[in-house]
């Protein structure tokens, strides 16, 4: 996937997400079509880790249910790191288990900032996301 669509508000509702988390990890599921997102689902850290994230399996099975009975795909994982780092971590890239990008949200000088990567063979490229 050379880049991500996502709106405002689906950016916005990550971030309140992975805000209320802090300063646990949170993460969720994009669904979408191609390279644009149709809905952001939050989905329970079971790990309740300030440094690791494992999804609660039963959220992520209903959220693929979900999925598959609206017709949308999964395009995108998202998790924050409140502490840092704005990459993948080796434990990110380690356990990378779907062909989909992968958005990290992370403090910047205070604020949440979100940025995509594409995690395969062990290593991770910047995905742009343009946010309309």
Known sequence: MQFL???KQQL???IAHVDA???????GLLAGFDSKVESVIEVTNQAQSAVRFVMEPI???KAFEWMESNGLELIGIFHSHPAGPETPSPTDIKEAAY???????SRVDGAWRARGFWIEDRAFR????QIR
């Open 126 to 129: 910047e995905v742009p996301l």
């Open 5 to 7: 669509t996502l709106t």
């Open 59 to 61: 959220g992520q099975l």
């Open 99 to 105: 062909a989909v990008v992968n958005i990290i949200l």
């Open 12 to 14: 916005q509702q990550m």
């Open 21 to 27: 988390q802090a300063p646990l990890e949170a993460c």
